[in-house]
């Protein structure tokens, strides 16, 4: 079943085409990589996908909710994590893990369990109490994403989750990618490490407000004859025209 239908989505402001007639799918449970340089039109695209901003033509649907019609319902079935994503710095952590719940619309019977199973997966058991602004970043980002699938979502879109993180840290949050997937919630993520590229399922890479490339990352490496997918991006990369977006 496809979580994520994209069919010649557009996205303009005036005569500047930010999201120029992408088209593609993306089944449950996978994790979908949406790579682009800075102004290729992600963001753009995910703004439109988590029911923030209407297209200006094409279609579209999120966890089975029309993008033009039901943003409402989208915005209730995914969950979303940015590098900026708000923690509250000076709530504990279980107070943070509760307070999310609670934005999610959690039952309340289930958050107490929620959050001791939170604490347990990460290995926060010790900084249950623990303020969040006295934990070190990558602690944060980890907190971050699970209080961002509380509530079991369809979807998660993640725009630049490990940025600033270091690597041994990035590979523990991977894990919890891993994690989510393996619950059948779909990832959709951005990043621009792209040895993290070779982690998701596809990958898909803008370029000027178009997909350029789609494919899974060794399929990508052999079309492009690259070694790697850094090589795939920057071979890409070096077409586009324009710098914001």
């Known amino acids: 079943m496809n979580v994520i239908v994209a069919e010649n989505l557009c996205k303009s402001f005036g005569s500047f085409k930010a999201v120029d007639r992408i088209t593609f799918e993306v089944p449950q449970g996978e994790i979908f990589g949406f790579l682009g340089a800075n102004g290729a039109g992600k963001t753009t695209a995910i703004r439109m996908f988590c029911g923030l901003s209407k297209p200006t033509s094409g279609k579209g649907s999120v966890a089975g909710f029309d993008i033009w019609k ?4 989208i915005k209730a079935n995914i969950g979303y994590l940015s590098q900026k994503f708000a923690l509250y710095e000076d709530l504990k952590v279980w107070e943070n893990i509760r307070l999310y719940a609670g934005i999610y619309s959690v039952p309340a019977k289930e958050i107490g369990p929620k959050t001791d199973e939170i604490l347990h997966r990460l290995g926060f058991t010790s900084e249950r109490n623990t303020l969040v602004s006295e ?8 907190l971050s994403f699970s209080v961002a699938v509380v509530h079991d979502p369809r979807i998660v879109f993640l725009d630049e989750p490990t940025s600033g993180v270091d690597p ?5 949050f991977w894990e919890l990618i891993y994690d989510a997937a393996d ?3 779909t990832v959709f993520v951005t990043t621009h ?3 993290e590229a070779e982690y998701c399922n596809r990958v898909s890479i803008m370029v000027d407000g178009k ?6 990352p060794k399929k990508l490496k052999e079309q492009f004859e690259a070694k790697n997918m850094d090589e795939v991006f920057h071979q890409l990369a070096r077409k586009a ?3 914001g977006a």
């Open 135 to 142: 934990l070190p970043l990558g602690w944060k980002q980890k």
């Open 183 to 185: 619950r059948g919630i």
């Open 168 to 172: 041994v840290t990035r590979r523990q």
């Open 193 to 195: 490490y792209m040895d």
């Open 70 to 73: 039901q943003p409402e319902q």
């Open 241 to 243: 025209r324009r710098n």
């Open 211 to 216: 997909i350029e490339a789609l494919d899974t």
